[in-house]
């Protein structure tokens, strides 16, 4: 990990994962941009009014028998609704992932190196998309989302804002997968999970709950 100083406040920004390029300023919420070991202002982060969600930084669990941790988040809003990606780090390797917590489900993914994710103009609810060696999907849904917040630190500029056309799709045996488009292609693959089964600590206090 390091710590580099946020150029509004002067506050310390921590990077735990080589991958982060982008991070929001947990003193003054000013997003920054990384460059090697200078941070960029390039923006302001507003706060949430009010959401409902158990998770938050610093929330551990378990997947596969690995531990990880949640370093970063963007929630993401489409017409009929909104869903998080929490940005998560092992453990042992320093491996990071993503636990998507959409509508009361869970899935943790991976980002994939797939050269032959075919165009979003030639895609529709039903087809089938493969994924070399992890197998056939097939697409449930397309949205166009945009960025409502981001905190911590992330893989990508997630300023509010940011907008992109997500893709998710449903296998054999629990497993998903969604592809995003936007500057860049980014397909990522994984498995959905119980709560219960992710082993959380640190989780988030709601009232009433």
């Not at 982060?20 to 302001?44: I, N, P, Y």
């Not at 917040?149 to 449903?170: I, T």
Request: hydrophobic fraction near 40%.
């Amino acid at each position: 990990m390091i710590e580099l100083s946020c150029p509004a406040c002067g506050a310390p920004v921590a990077f735990r994962s080589k991958a982060s390029v982008f991070a929001v300023c947990s003193f003054c919420k000013t997003t920054v941009v990384r460059h090697d070991t200078d941070l960029e202002a390039v923006g302001k982060m507003a706060e949430l009014q009010y959401e409902l969600t158990p998770f938050q930084i610093g929330t551990s669990g378990v997947y596969g028998k690995r531990s990880f941790q949640i370093i970063g988040r963007v929630k993401v809003a489409y017409e009929d609704g909104f869903w998080n990606e929490w940005y998560t780090i092992f453990g042992d390797d320093g491996e990071t992932g993503w636990l998507a917590e959409a509508q009361g489900f869970l899935a943790m993914c991976f980002e994939i190196n797939d050269k032959s994710i075919p165009k979003i103009d030639v895609i529709r609810p039903g087809s089938d998309v493969v994924m070399p060696p992890h197998g056939h999907f097939q697409v449930e849904d397309i949205r166009k989302v945009h960025c409502i917040f981001s905190e911590g630190e992330l893989p990508v500029n997630a300023a509010q804002g940011r907008r992109s056309n997500s893709v998710d799709l449903v296998g054999a045996n629990q497993k998903m997968a969604t592809i995003e488009y936007a500057d860049t292609v980014r397909a990522f693959v994984g498995t959905y999970q119980d709560f219960d089964e992710f082993k959380f600590d640190n989780l988030r206090r709601i009232d009433g709950w």
